[in-house]
T-cell receptor
Framework: EAGVVQSPRYKIIEKKQPVAFWCNPI?????LYWYRQNLGQGPELLIR????????DSQLPKDRFSAERLKGVDSTLKIQPAELGDSAVYLC?????????????FGEGSWLTVV | GENVEQHPSTLSVQEGDSAVIKCTYS??????FPWYKQELGKGPQLIID?????GEKKDQRIAVTLNKTAKHFSLHITETQPEDSAVYFC??????????FGTGTSLTVIP
């Protein structure tokens, strides 16, 4: 079974430019997460979807970040305009929420460098 | 919200020795504690997890212990091998949807 797929794996852009990341979760997983991981730190949640609904976006910098999950499957995360401080790894994860709990699985990440 | 602290931040062991990484959490309602291994250039991979209704879980050379009273949990790796070298993250979850991660431990196994 395929895992969480992300693209692009690496992206270098100049500041003020836009960038978009795409995520395809594990088939059948209803919950999708976008995390940001700064160098030497643990992942920090940006947004969580349950099916098509964004149920937790409290940590998403809404002035420049946006996300969508059309049809409750794939998702995109966009940054416009990018700032130097946005350089990080953007991790997508998915899970199947059941009554007994939840295990999340991460993709390989999209490594963003803003210059 | 939940606060997860992890230590040490770096750990070096000789091949064959054991490694222990410890995490504490603040919210007594947390009930699920996964551990992830992240190799350079890759995403975190789940290696073991434990739920609050058990005190210990083992999978070959890896074990996790949980002390709910003290609100801490630990990862134990025995007979370490060079391929165990990676960054390890602990996490705690209250609702099963919100996960709070530690800051990571960089483990180096010296051949």
């Amino acid at each position: 079974e395929a895992g969480v797929v992300q693209s692009p794996r690496y992206k270098i852009i100049e500041k003020k430019q836009p960038v978009a990341f795409w995520c395809n979760p594990i088939s059948g997983h209803n919950t999708l997460y976008w995390y940001r991981q700064n160098l030497g730190q643990g992942p920090e949640l940006l947004i969580r979807y349950e099916n098509e609904e964004a149920v937790d976006d409290s940590q998403l910098p809404k002035d420049r970040f946006s996300a969508e999950r059309l049809k409750g499957v794939d998702s995109t995360l966009k940054i416009q305009p990018a700032e130097l401080g946005d350089s990080a790894v953007y991790l997508c994860a998915s899970s199947l929420l059941t009554g007994s709990g939840n295990t999340i699985y991460f993709g390989e990440g999209s490594w963003l460098t803003v210059v | 919200g939940e606060n997860v602290e992890q230590h040490p931040s770096t750990l070096s062991v000789q091949e064959g020795d054991s490694a222990v990484i410890k995490c504490t959490y603040s919210d007594s309602a947390s009930n699920y504690f996964p551990w992830y291994k992240q190799e350079l250039g890759k995403g975190p991979q789940l290696i073991i997890d434990i739920r609050s209704n058990v005190g210990e879980k083992k999978d070959q050379r890896i074990a996790v212990t949980l002390n709910k009273t003290a609100k801490h949990f630990s990862l134990h790796i025995t007979e370490t091998q060079p391929e165990d070298s990676a960054v390890y993250f602990c996490a705690a979850s209250v609702t099963g949807n919100q996960f709070y991660f530690g800051t990571g431990t960089s483990l180096t196994v010296i051949p």
